[in-house]
């Protein structure tokens, strides 16, 4: 049976935030009949991310899948979200029936607010933890590259969820099968910097 992950955008998502993951999950995809990755935004204009690169959802609220797996991404424009009551509400119903919840860096404030991460532990980008343990109700770790809880899983910033994408392959499909998309997309973890040419 196939498996249906949405990426929710907005207006200033953080680009690598839902693109790391999207890749992970369209790779899977393309070595698994069924599997299908959609984009969902609450209009059905385009959405300008954090850096400029503008992205054509592919449902809105109102014609989205039902989902196996919701991914919601950080950036600038999670601290506009996080006050639409319309983002908000489309969350809490979704990730009820959602098999797992996710998020990469600040989109953990989303999830905070919609309700998945209250009473959870949780990661997000090095420099929101402090903002996101002020909001009460969450245990926040630090220096790790992402965090699962139940159901919930949240990576920290950016290339975080790229980690926690594949091992979401691994806990769906096996290891052995995350490991195969991670050699296809050639992801290597270990930082540029150590490797020295």
Same mark, same amino acid.
């Given at each position: 049976?196939?498996?249906?992950?949405?990426?929710?955008?907005? #207006?200033?998502?953080?680009?690598?935030?839902?693109?790391?993951?999207?890749?992970?999950?369209?790779?899977?995809?393309?070595?698994?009949?069924?599997?299908?990755?959609?984009?969902?935004?609450?209009?059905?204009?385009?959405?300008?991310?954090?850096?400029?690169? =503008?992205?054509?959802?592919?449902? !809105? $609220?109102? #014609?989205?899948?039902?989902? @196996?797996?919701?991914?919601?991404?950080?950036?600038?424009? !999670? =601290?506009?979200?996080? @006050?639409?009551?319309?983002?908000?509400?489309?969350?809490?119903?979704?990730?009820?029936?959602?098999?797992?919840? !996710? /998020?990469?860096?600040?989109?953990?404030?989303?999830?905070?607010?919609?309700?998945?991460?209250?009473?959870?532990?949780?990661?997000?980008?090095? /420099?929101?933890?402090?903002?996101?343990?002020?909001?009460? #109700?969450?245990?926040?770790?630090?220096?790790?590259? &992402?965090?699962?809880?139940?159901? *919930?899983?949240? /990576?920290?910033?950016? /290339?975080?969820?790229? @980690?926690?994408?594949?091992? *979401?392959?691994?806990?769906?499909?096996?290891?052995? $099968?995350?490991?195969?998309?991670?050699?296809?997309?050639? &992801?290597?973890?270990?930082?540029? &910097?150590?490797?020295?040419?």
């Amino acid at each position: 049976m196939g498996i249906t992950t949405g990426m929710l955008i907005f #207006d200033d998502a953080e680009e690598l935030d839902f693109v790391g993951p999207w890749e992970v999950f369209t790779a899977a995809a393309k070595m698994r009949d069924g599997d299908r990755v959609v984009t969902i935004a609450e209009h059905d204009r385009p959405v300008r991310c954090n850096k400029g690169l =503008r992205v054509l959802p592919d449902h !809105t $609220f109102a #014609d989205a899948p039902r989902l @196996d797996i919701v991914l919601v991404p950080g950036g600038q424009g !999670t =601290r506009r979200e996080v @006050d639409n009551p319309v983002v908000i509400d489309w969350l809490r119903t979704v990730g009820a029936r959602c098999t797992w919840v !996710t /998020s990469v860096c600040t989109g953990a404030l989303l999830l905070h607010e919609a309700g998945f991460a209250q009473g959870k532990r949780v990661t997000t980008h090095w /420099s929101f933890i402090e903002t996101l343990r002020a909001r009460g #109700d969450v245990t926040v770790l630090e220096d790790t590259r &992402y965090v699962r809880d139940g159901n *919930l899983v949240t /990576s920290a910033g950016i /290339s975080a969820g790229i @980690d926690m994408a594949l091992w *979401l392959l691994g806990q769906l499909h096996g290891e052995e $099968f995350a490991r195969t998309v991670q050699r296809y997309i050639e &992801y290597n973890p270990a930082p540029p &910097y150590a490797a020295a040419v």
